[in-house]
């Protein structure tokens, strides 16, 4: 289960920078950010119903997921001031 979630982790960075590679607008920043916010939320279900921390890299793959949250958001407003 553990290597399930920390594949799961990596996979939805994997397809938030995929995404963030064809970026356009800040509507495309947005959407990326919104699928990063997808992945902190389906990272703490996954968390809540494994009742472990998996050795830690359950909450860094968290903080990691959040601070992409923090600078995408960062990102999106810088975007929109363009």
Avoid: P, Q
């Avoid at 920390?6 to 356009?24: D, E, M, P, Q």
């Amino acid at each position: 289960m553990k290597k399930t979630l920390v594949i799961a982790a990596f996979c939805l960075t994997f397809v938030a920078g995929a995404a963030f590679s064809y970026v356009r607008d800040w509507h495309d920043l947005d959407e990326v950010h919104k699928h990063v916010n997808e992945a902190i939320r389906e990272m703490d279900r996954a968390r809540a119903a494994n009742h472990y921390d998996m050795e830690g890299h359950g909450a860094k793959a968290v903080e990691h997921l959040h601070a992409a949250e923090h600078e995408l958001g960062l990102a999106v407003e810088a975007a929109k001031k363009e």
